[in-house]
Every structure is written in C-alpha cells, then in structure tokens.
C-alpha cells in the first residue's frame, strides 16, 4: 500500500470503529489516528516495532516527498569503488540508499506486502471479513419515486 493506501484504509475505517470520537481525532495526524483505531481493535500499533515502523518510515518518505525543503546533510562513510565502475554512479546509490531509502520500487513492494497484512489485522479485529479488505469499493444507491 502506498501512503495514500494507507490514509485511505484509515478514513474508511476510522469513524466505523470510533463512531463516537472520530469527530475529535479527524484532523490528527494519521499515525494518531492509526494508533487509535488499533487501540479501539485490540490491535497494539507501536511505531518502535515490526510491521508498524514501516508505516511511519513510509510517512515520514511521503512527507519529505510533499513537503521537501533544501537541507544540508552530513554523514560519513567509506566509499569503495568497484573496478570498471563509474564514482559518481556508485556515489549517488549510495545517497539515494541513505536518503531515499523507498525510492525503490523493490523496498516499496516489500513494505507494502508488510503493511498490508498489519493492517488487515486490524481490519479483521474491526469484524470485517478477511475477503472484503482486497476487494474493489463499489457503490450502491437505491430511491423511491413518489
């Protein structure tokens, strides 16, 4: 799941679980809310532990995304080049692997694949059926003419 996944996931199950206080805690952030939906499933989320990190690193990834800002960074390192290879290739990997750590689309996979069964555990303990957490939304409406 991306970020959006993720906040949407959130948004929809959030005033289902927290009918009464959802109206108090819509505008906190979504790790807040996240953690109070857990709370309110029996789902302890602790974003010190596996797999509930990984959302706040993707939060974090998606919030220096959205709200980049120049920054000088330091950070040392020894960097060995491979015969043959180009430094300045091997240089940006080796910022990119630092900095933008999820910029991968491999590491992406991984975290999602991650994401998504921590989440579905809360979806279940929510009662909803395990099926219905991959499933297409849909709409349904129905009227009455007079």
Same mark, same amino acid.
């Given at each position: 799941?991306? *970020?959006?996944?993720?906040? *949407?996931?959130?948004?929809?199950?959030?005033? +289902?679980?927290?009918?009464?206080?959802?109206?108090?805690?819509?505008?906190?952030?979504?790790?807040? #809310?996240? #953690?109070? $939906?857990?709370?309110?499933?029996?789902?302890?989320?602790?974003?010190?532990? /596996?797999?509930?990190? @990984?959302?706040?690193? =993707?939060? !974090? *990834?998606?919030?220096?995304? *959205?709200?980049?800002?120049?920054?000088?960074?330091?950070? +040392?390192?020894?960097?060995?080049?491979?015969?043959?290879? !180009? +430094?300045? !290739?091997?240089?940006?990997?080796?910022?990119?692997?630092?900095?933008?750590? @999820?910029?991968? @689309? !491999? #590491? =992406?996979?991984?975290?999602?694949?991650?994401?998504?069964?921590?989440? @579905? /555990?809360? &979806? $279940?303990?929510?009662?909803? +059926?395990?099926?219905?957490?991959?499933?297409?939304?849909?709409?349904? &409406?129905?009227?009455?003419?007079?």
């Amino acid at each position: 799941m991306t *970020a959006f996944s993720v906040e *949407a996931f959130i948004q929809t199950i959030g005033p +289902e679980v927290l009918p009464t206080t959802w109206i108090t805690i819509e505008r906190k952030s979504v790790l807040h #809310k996240l #953690k109070e $939906i857990g709370k309110a499933t029996g789902i302890t989320v602790d974003y010190g532990t /596996l797999p509930w990190n @990984l959302i706040k690193e =993707l939060f !974090d *990834a998606r919030n220096r995304l *959205a709200h980049a800002k120049p920054a000088d960074r330091e950070f +040392e390192f020894i960097l060995e080049i491979p015969d043959g290879a !180009d +430094e300045h !290739d091997v240089l940006t990997a080796k910022l990119e692997e630092e900095f933008q750590p @999820l910029h991968k @689309l !491999d #590491k =992406l996979d991984a975290l999602a694949k991650t994401i998504d069964e921590a989440l @579905l /555990l809360i &979806w $279940i303990s929510a009662g909803y +059926e395990d099926f219905s957490f991959t499933s297409n939304g849909m709409n349904s &409406w129905s009227f009455t003419a007079e």
